[in-house]
């Protein structure tokens, strides 16, 4: 297995179409710098749609494994990563309703990175208070409407994008983050969307 | 109080990843390099409409009659494998045999006692009654040593309190019993692996 640090031996500057059509031809390299260039970024995201370190990393794994192996779907390679960003959220999805299942049956899951803990060093008592809320409140929603609203207002997606993520329409999108917000604006501060 | 801005992003720490990046590619490789399954859903689902017309076309088989024996014998027989209750001791139960019909020539017919306790234990263990199961074990333990499965018995008995009940003493006095009772050979590795595994000598209380 190569380490991370050598394993790609092509210029980091490859365009990612140009990645995605070696790594289609089965070009090993290209996939490490595909990940390389990816994975932190959607590794952050997942862990703050789902407040959980090894969560993160599985979901982030699953969706790796699952995209390299269906690569020829991907009908614009330069889309690469809001494709992969899909994926992400697709898994992400599984994971929180089986979450939720648990938290039925009375087995909470482990959320090790709450979005308060995850404040910058320099964040008022204040914003953690109503990040500490927040957290609270995107956990009650339904696991569709908190990703939606965590990918456009936390992520800061476009519209366009969070719904191409979701997999949903742009006006099922809205009717989400629409429901997320009614109940999100009631109890936290947040600036005018 | 500022509200929080949009995105909210902008109030949070970028996290430190390295090493979760580095992890997560490590089980990405090695999960590439492991060949698809050969069973495909496809697969599944073929096999399973296949079997679904075999019972349709073949299936039940033609009936046959089997005489029944009397309700008395069948309830005599089945008495000894109720189990005990908690707070009863436990006594020993002898074999039960058969009543002869009358006229009949052939010697009785002995009841395979251990045998249905053992089913008992399948089925108890099968709906996830581990209490009825170390019952059922203690049972056949205490009252059926001269029964050669009670070896077998008391093997699984200690292989339970072992590794789901957590009782390593307890465990350990059921290995060395089984140990005690002189068994096949091929059961003695075994055996004294879990008497080891459950701290063997100095590490043993029947209660």
């Known amino acids: ?193 | 109080m500022s509200p929080l801005p949009r995105p909210v992003k902008d109030v949070l720490a970028e996290p430190a990843l390295d090493a979760s990046v580095k992890r997560v590619w490590a089980k990405v490789q090695l999960r590439r390099r492991v060949p698809a399954p050969l069973v495909r859903p496809s697969l599944i689902l073929g096999g399973v409409l296949a079997l679904a017309a075999f019972v349709v076309t073949v299936w039940p088989p033609p009936k046959r009659v089997v005489p029944m024996a009397p309700v008395e014998a069948v309830a005599e027989v089945c008495a000894p494998i109720r189990l005990p209750h908690p707070s009863t001791p436990h006594a020993r139960r002898p074999t039960v045999a058969l009543p002869r019909p009358a006229g009949a020539t052939a010697a009785p017919v002995e009841a395979d006692v251990v045998g249905a306790l053992l089913m008992s234990v399948e089925d108890a263990a099968r709906e996830g009654h581990t209490d009825q199961v170390v019952a059922i074990l203690g049972e056949i333990a205490a009252h059926h040593t001269d029964d050669p499965r009670a070896v077998e018995a008391l093997y699984m008995l200690g292989t339970v309190q072992l590794e789901v009940l957590k009782q390593p003493s307890r465990a350990a006095a059921s290995f060395r019993r089984a140990l005690e009772l002189s068994p096949s050979d091929d059961l003695v590795p075994r055996l004294w692996e879990g008497y080891e595994a459950a701290g063997g000598y100095g590490n043993e209380t029947t209660r």
């Not at chain 1, 994926?87 to 994971?95: D, L």
């Not at chain 1, 049956?105 to 809320?133: C, I, K, M, N, T």
């Not at chain 1, 999108?173 to 109940?183: D, G, P, Q, V």
């Open chain 1, 1 to 193: 297995m190569r380490p991370l640090a050598t394993m790609s031996r092509l210029p980091e500057g490859l365009p990612t179409e140009t990645l995605v059509r070696r790594a289609l031809r089965g070009d090993r390299d290209a996939e490490s710098l595909l990940y390389r260039r990816y994975a932190p970024g959607v590794l952050s995201t997942a862990l703050r749609l789902l407040r959980s370190h090894t969560s993160a990393e599985d979901v982030v794994q699953d969706a790796f494994v699952i995209g390299f192996a269906r690569l020829a779907q991907l009908k614009a390679p330069g889309q690469f990563r809001a494709w992969l960003l899909s994926i992400v959220v697709s898994q992400a999805r599984k994971r929180l309703r089986r979450e939720r299942l648990l938290q039925w049956v009375g087995l909470d899951a482990v959320a090790d990175a709450p979005l308060h803990l995850q404040a910058v060093g320099s964040a008022s008592v204040e914003a953690r208070g109503e990040l500490a809320v927040l957290d609270a409140m995107l956990r009650q929603l339904p696991v569709a409407h908190r990703l939606a609203w965590t990918l456009r207002y936390v992520e800061g997606e476009k519209l366009d994008d969070v719904a191409a993520a979701m997999g949903k329409s742009l006006a099922t999108t809205k009717r989400y983050l629409n429901a997320a917000e009614e109940r999100i604006a009631a109890h936290v501060a947040l600036e005018p969307a």
